[in-house]
């Protein structure tokens, strides 16, 4: 069973960055693309990057590129999301999840297991 956990959110300022961070453990060999989601209150979870098994192919949310980087160690089993600019209406719980076909696409259900979320909160 594969596990993913979150890390590295906290607090920033507008126009700031934040890199969440979604160690991987288990049978990482079965699984294959990572994304992430992040849910802002009130609001349901939206899938804004993924990258593939290798890292080598990477998908964002069309609104979001240039400033979201999402990145892969697999010595480390460990994916990053780097945010940079950070708006306030970004504050959101920030959730990693692993889909078993390697191949990206940024829909919530298409993927599971879930890590537990790690929130990022934007407030000056």
């Known amino acids: 069973q594969l596990q993913l956990v979150e890390s590295g959110g906290g607090l920033v300022q507008p126009g700031g960055s934040l890199r969440p961070s979604c160690a991987v453990s288990?049978?990482?060999?079965?699984?294959?693309?990572i994304g992430w989601f992040p849910q802002a209150p009130g609001k349901e979870r939206e899938g804004v990057a993924c990258?593939?098994?290798?890292?080598?192919?990477?998908t964002y949310a069309d609104s979001l590129k240039g400033r979201f980087t999402t990145s892969r160690d697999n010595a480390k089993n460990t994916v990053y999301l780097q945010i940079n600019s950070l708006k306030p209406e970004e504050a959101a719980v920030y959730y990693c999840?692993?889909?078993?076909?390697?191949?990206?696409?940024?829909?919530?259900?298409?993927?599971?297991?879930w890590g537990e979320g790690d929130p990022g909160t934007v407030s000056s």
């Open positions: 990258t593939s098994a290798s890292g080598r192919t990477t």
């Open positions: 288990g049978s990482t060999s079965d699984y294959y693309s």
């Open positions: 999840a692993a889909r078993r076909i390697n191949v990206c696409v940024l829909l919530p259900h298409e993927y599971y297991p």
